[in-house]
């Protein structure tokens, strides 16, 4: 049974990772990852790399959505303006190592003009607003033709680092997945700020905090410059790892699967994020594996059923968690630590 | 500019708004009734289209027993989802009931899927296809018809909320739930019943829509347009919602004329976006007070 964990500085209070038990498992964390691509096999590394990019895009949306409460359904659409303008940025020669910030600034700054009503309308109506940024991007990257591409979209060359090409799964990896930890880090690190305290204090009751003195405009603003600038910034990423930006690909589905992840991780937690946002990309994977099991035990039909149960899978997950475990995965994941804390003296 | 071409184009955006106007209907019932934006209005409407499919094609029943037959499933599926998803949300954050919602259609879009299967279905042409001709303008039958059968629902439904008591308590309880459960109004049931009414407007629609056009999976997408309507319209106001249904209407039929179709799907969005910048509850909409 572990026994209290007194905070005795201030640097204590603050740290990101209080114990040392905490720091090492950190440490072991990322020796893990960087050997992964090594150990995994190149099925086990694409879906690291993709999970790499769903994690920091899932991440940019729980700031706005789980910590700031302004509910966005044009996530994927941010990611597409990330993709383009890696796409785009790439045509011009500009290295991947400027073109992802970029991307992610772009998005941002199309992310700080929808973001505008957010002044005026929140919840529902605000919502509503982001569908229709959704559909008015979605638009443009379907009949902008010369920068996009058009229907048919636009290639993506690979990322490359004075002349050593960034392709091939084994490689990209660690561009994603170290960004990846990055940037999980830095959300982290976002709601031990004032900006961050600010964002909480905005979604619990934002008449409040503006008594208290947060402009709810510019932190509402912020909050969706943030959120968007992780999505622009995973676009890109997305970019490089499929190399082709298509406008199907990052249509509402897209930014209802973001939604889900959040949700049923956990809103307004990063550990709900991170496994919220796994147990998503692994489910379809998990389903598709079993239709494939179904199929080898001669149901020759299984395979025609894949995506209507892949539906049907999704949308109970979501109904499923919000009735019953409304917290979600994080808060399980608690429930099981406190169990093993407390042993053998409640059970 | 050509008039006759305009008046033309016009009248025909005003007469297919009817149908946009039953839609938002339906979203504005569940939204009055029950505080919740009903995501999953189109995979509703779909359902609906696929049961009357399945009970005049399928099962070969003349097209009034298909009918009731579908406006019976819907119902009971209305006030299925009502009593096991929305229920035991009552009371919960703006984001879970959107997301309870959309949960809900992505279930209903596979199940759909897996039994009907994902290719295009017809239904027989149920509305009379004689064009109108008024002078030099030609009215497409079908299109007048749906406007009439829209018409004649929401004046139906009109009537029932102001004229019987069932009604009367619907909107009692709607606008004050509390008040009117103290009252001796059985809330629970009144909402059940809003559920079941949305269902069947979403049928009704489905049906004229899927008869109109063809029937599939990805019916519903037209609902997430009209979801825009309402807010044009206010999300609570039943005569914000037809007349909002038929600007949009008027609104992308011009579109089509003058500036071609791909830009059509794009008028509600943009419609809504300048709202909610000018004025967030909508034309007929209540503005809402927070209280501390």
């Known amino acids: ?347 | 500019m050509d008039w006759l071409l305009l008046a033309e184009f016009s009248l025909v955006g005003l007469l297919s708004g009817g149908v946009l106007a039953l839609i938002a209907l339906g979203f504005v019932l569940v939204y009055k009734g029950t505080r919740v934006i009903n995501f999953a209005m189109g995979e509703f409407m779909m359902i609906g289209a696929y049961l009357f499919w399945t009970a005049n094609v399928f099962l070969k029943l003349p097209w009034w027993a298909a009918l009731a037959l579908t406006l019976a499933g819907i119902a009971v599926l209305g006030a299925v989802v009502e009593r096991f998803v929305l229920r035991p949300l009552a009371g919960q954050p703006v984001i879970s009931i959107v997301m309870a919602t959309i949960g809900l259609g992505a279930v209903l879009h596979g199940v759909a899927e897996a039994v009907w299967g994902g290719a295009n279905l017809s239904l027989p042409q149920l509305l009379p296809r004689t064009p109108l001709t008024l002078g030099e303008i030609l009215l497409p039958g079908q299109v007048l018809w749906s406007f009439a059968l829209a018409v004649a629902l929401i004046a139906g439904f009109t009537a029932y909320f102001h004229l019987s008591k069932g009604g009367v308590s619907m909107r009692a309880a709607a606008s004050d739930p509390v008040t009117a459960y103290a009252m001796g109004i059985d809330v629970r049931r009144t909402q059940r019943l809003t559920w079941m009414f949305a269902g069947v407007t979403g049928a009704v629609a489905g049906i004229i829509v899927a008869s109109m056009t063809s029937l599939s999976p990805t019916l519903g997408t037209v609902a997430l347009g009209v979801l825009a309507v309402i807010i044009l319209g206010g999300l609570d106001s039943i005569a914000g919602a037809i007349v909002a249904g038929l600007i949009v209407g008027l609104l992308e039929s011009l579109t089509v004329a003058f500036i071609g179709g791909q830009a059509r799907d794009l008028v509600p969005y943009l419609v809504v976006l300048v709202i909610l910048m000018v004025r967030p509850y909508g034309l007929f909409g209540t503005r809402d007070i927070e209280r501390l």
């Open chain 1, 1 to 347: 049974m572990r026994i209290g964990d007194f905070h005795a500085s201030y640097r204590h209070d603050e740290a990101l990772f209080d114990t040392r038990v905490q720091r090492i498992w950190f440490g072991l964390l990322l020796a893990a990852l960087a050997a992964f691509p090594f150990v995994g096999g190149s099925y086990l590394t694409y879906l690291a790399c993709l999970l790499g990019i769903h994690l920091i895009s899932a991440a940019g949306l729980n700031v706005m959505t789980g910590y700031t409460g302004l509910i966005s359904l044009g996530h994927a659409a941010f990611m597409g303006v990330g993709c383009y303008t890696v796409a785009v940025a790439e045509r011009a020669g500009i290295p991947f190592f400027l073109a992802l910030p970029l991307a992610g600034a772009t998005s941002a700054a199309i992310g700080l003009v929808v973001g505008i009503p957010s002044l005026r309308i929140k919840g529902l109506y605000f919502a509503v607003a982001t569908l229709a940024a959704q559909f008015v991007l979605g638009f443009v990257f379907r009949e902008w033709e010369s920068v996009t591409g058009g229907v048919r979209g636009a290639n993506v060359p690979a990322a490359s680092l004075f002349g050593f090409e960034l392709a091939g799964d084994r490689r990209i990896y660690f561009l994603i997945v170290p960004l990846a930890v990055a940037m999980l880090l830095g959300a982290r690190n976002l709601f031990r700020t004032r900006v961050g305290r600010a964002f909480i204090a905005i979604r619990d009751r934002d008449i409040s905090a503006e008594v208290l003195g947060i402009s709810l405009f510019r932190y509402k603003l912020a909050a969706f410059a943030i959120g968007s600038f992780y999505a622009g910034v995973a676009g890109g990423l997305w970019g490089y790892f499929f190399r082709v930006a298509t406008p199907e690909l990052f249509g509402l589905p897209l930014s209802i699967f973001y939604l889900a992840a959040i949700i049923v991780g956990g809103l307004g937690s990063i550990l709900g994020t991170i496994l919220g946002a796994t147990f998503m990309t692994l489910i379809p994977e998990l389903l598709r594996a079993m239709v494939g099991w179904a199929e080898a035990l001669g149901l020759k039909e299984a395979g025609v059923y894949l995506a209507p149960i892949r539906q049907v899978v999704f949308g109970l997950l979501i109904v499923g968690f919000l009735i019953f475990e409304p917290h979600g995965l994080a808060e399980m994941w608690r429930r099981v630590r406190r169990f093993f804390h407390l042993w053998p003296f409640r059970t």
